[in-house]
């Protein structure tokens, strides 16, 4: 009996490290620098209602305690948006922010993606983002599309329990370092719209073993919770 008790135990460690390093630890800092991302949004404005249908026909729909929305994976716009993806293809390969350059989009499935928020309700918990690497991870936030009266705005903590508030605008975005600086997005009304492009951004996008673990987790989690 010992045997298989300690095979589950190991199989656990890596998604209790995804819970402590995206969710229990505590908070260092509340910081992030503001970019313009004018250029994409512009872009992408008349293809803004074709992006909520996929969104909505095809995408990540979560309704956990943690997350509500929409997540719409870069090999979903690939298949269904095919001229919004080389849009964001090509915009996503020059990103780069304080030495950090996106993931090989061939090895991280995460490498971009996109989230809508359109109901009464839909936010994400304060969390960390999760980094597999042994370098630095940067959080690169662009605002597509915001309706007026959006309130889905991204919101930061410090280790003091101070609350910073970015107002969501288009056009407009956010670098931090997204697993040092606890965030979260608050929540969306009814009758507004909000879109938002993600960009991990790494110093060394080379995954560790243990992180190699840690990324299945996370996909296995994402699957079964639609996060």
């Known amino acids: 009996m010992r045997l298989p008790i300690i ?6 460690i890596p998604f209790l490290l995804n819970l402590w390093y995206g969710y229990l630890k505590p908070a260092q800092n509340g910081k992030f620098q503001q970019v313009d991302c004018s250029m994409i949004s512009n872009t992408l404005n008349p293809y803004v209602n074709d992006i909520i249908h996929v969104a909505q ?3 990540n729909k979560s309704t956990s305690a943690i997350v509500e929305g929409y997540k719409i994976k870069r090999s979903t716009i690939k ?3 095919p001229y919004v993806f080389n849009i964001i293809d090509e915009y996503v390969s020059s990103v780069r922010s304080n030495k950090t350059k996106p993931a090989d989009c061939e090895k991280e ?3 971009w993606f ?3 928020y359109n109901q009464s ?3 994400i918990d304060w969390h960390f983002d999760n980094n597999f690497t042994n370098g630095m991870r940067n959080t690169y936030v662009c605002n597509i599309f915001t309706s007026e009266g959006n309130t889905s705005h991204l919101m930061t903590r ?3 329990d101070r609350v910073k508030i970015n107002e969501s605008k288009a056009g407009q975005g956010v670098v931090y370092n997204g697993s040092e600086v606890k965030h979260s997005v608050s929540k969306q009304k009814n009758g507004c ?3 938002s492009l993600i960009i991990p951004l790494y110093e060394n996008d080379s995954v560790t073993i243990l992180g190699w673990f840690r990324r299945l987790a996370r996909d296995i989690s994402d699957n079964v919770f639609k996060l």
């Open 7 to 12: 095979i589950f135990i190991i199989l656990l």
């Open 57 to 59: 026909q095809y995408g």
């Open 79 to 81: 298949e269904k948006l």
């Open 109 to 111: 499935q995460y490498c």
């Open 114 to 116: 996109l989230r809508l």
């Open 121 to 123: 309700g839909h936010y």
């Open 158 to 160: 410090d280790r003091n």
């Open 193 to 195: 719209t909000r879109i």
